[in-house]
């Protein structure tokens, strides 16, 4: 079979025709090709710019924050989560001294701080310097960031400050000693220069001489008030056998009771206790004494011990302690009664605490006062002073007997 000239002909218009549709094609998706390529071109650009500027910022943040650490006071280490130091400031490697990265805290925390500093938030470097250390997680990341603080400034200011108070404390205790012992003292200058009057008689002689010497052990016990309120703070320690302390007081209270008609009564004062025998014989002596200065007739001292504390109560049957001086009856001079020291009590409760004890004024039957005191039976030795002690005898003792501390 042959093909005709039309037939042929047609054929090639159909083939140059669908040849020209699939070229029309293929433009058309090129060119959509072309402007997706454009398009994804264009999307990659702003991409890269956005990650550009992100990484920038990061960049700038990093830098800023490494600005900030290293302006930083503080010492910031930052740790791994197995202890490494991964990164420190200068002020860490000024107070802890190179290297640290790499190496361990405990490592670098053992060669920094002193011997003996402790295992709490405040410790002391080798060169003297009080520091804290705290140590913070990195939240959702593995790891630590511990924090130094340089607290050496603090604490000399802290120091300058007590150091202050405690001039200023001082002051004040000189001045009222000063205006305490006045009256005694010159009633003693007043009275022994009647002495020297060649007119008065042998029994107005002795009269003197006793109004005299009642004035200079007025003025002694002043002075030994002082002291143990000065120094309780830095009290000698031994075993305190309470039966030997219950003697010495009903020894040295004895004639004060006579005189007054007073009984007293001691009961539970067996047992030993760490503490000063004096201090606390001087604390228990101005309870009774100024019981017996409020008129009491009945005074009774009552204890009970155990494997842990010693309690000591005071009462007695006299008027009592008005409701409005109550808050102020432990504070240094501060008297209700006339020709009163103001020291009788704080002296108690400054010897109380020394012994790391409480003294308090609590309810009593009988309607009078009644003093009670806790003490510890055994002291931690890091509670004790070291080398130093109360007055001496000589200053704490007169006339073989314990002197009244009130």
Not at 295 to 314: K, M, N, P
Not at 355 to 378: D, I
């Amino acid at each position: 079979m042959s093909l005709t000239p039309d037939k042929t002909t047609q054929e090639l218009e159909d083939a140059f025709r669908l040849f020209a549709e699939t070229s029309r094609q293929m433009e058309v998706a090129y060119r959509q090709l072309e402007g997706r390529f454009a398009g994804l071109n264009h999307e990659l650009g702003m991409a890269r710019s956005e990650r550009f500027r992100q990484l920038r910022e990061k960049e700038l943040l990093a830098n800023r924050l490494e600005r900030l650490l290293a302006a930083l006071p503080a010492g910031i280490l930052v740790l791994d989560d197995s202890g490494l130091i991964l990164e420190a400031n200068p002020a860490a490697s000024e107070l802890l001294g190179e290297p640290l990265t790499g190496l361990s805290w405990d490592t670098v925390r053992t060669r920094a701080l002193a011997p003996g500093s402790g295992q709490g938030q405040e410790m002391s470097l080798h060169d003297g310097r009080v520091v804290s250390i705290a140590l913070r997680s990195l939240g959702s990341e593995p790891g630590q960031i511990v924090l130094i603080h340089d607290l050496t400034e603090n604490h000399k200011l802290r120091a300058l400050v007590e150091r202050q108070r405690s001039l200023a404390s001082l002051g004040e205790m000189v001045a009222q000693l000063a205006h305490q012992v006045r009256t005694p003292l010159a009633s003693a200058v007043l009275y022994s220069s009647h002495l020297r009057k060649s007119e008065i008689t042998a029994e107005r002689r002795a009269l003197i001489l006793d109004k005299t010497l009642f004035c200079l052990r007025e003025l002694e016990r002043q002075i030994n008030d002082m002291l143990l309120f000065a120094r309780s703070g830095h009290l000698a320690f031994e075993s305190v056998d309470l039966a030997e302390l219950a003697a010495d007081l009903q020894r040295t209270i004895e004639p004060q009771l006579l005189a007054s008609e007073c009984v007293l009564t001691l009961t539970g004062m067996e047992g030993q206790i760490d503490g000063n025998h004096e201090a606390l014989a001087g604390a228990l002596l101005n309870l009774v004494s100024n019981a017996l200065e409020m008129g009491a007739h009945t005074i009774r001292i009552a204890a009970r011990i155990d494997a842990q504390v010693l309690e000591i109560s005071v009462a007695d049957d006299g008027p009592g302690v008005a409701a409005e001086i109550r808050p102020r009856i432990f504070e240094p001079f501060f008297t209700a009664r006339p020709g009163g020291t103001g020291l009788g009590l704080a002296v108690v409760r400054t010897v109380v605490e020394a012994h790391s004890g409480r003294v308090a004024l609590v309810a009593s039957p009988s309607g009078g006062a009644c003093f009670q005191l806790t003490l510890p039976r055994h002291i931690h030795p890091q509670f004790l002073p070291s080398g130093q002690s109360l007055p001496s005898a000589g200053e704490c003792v007169a006339g073989g007997s314990l002197r009244r501390y009130s």
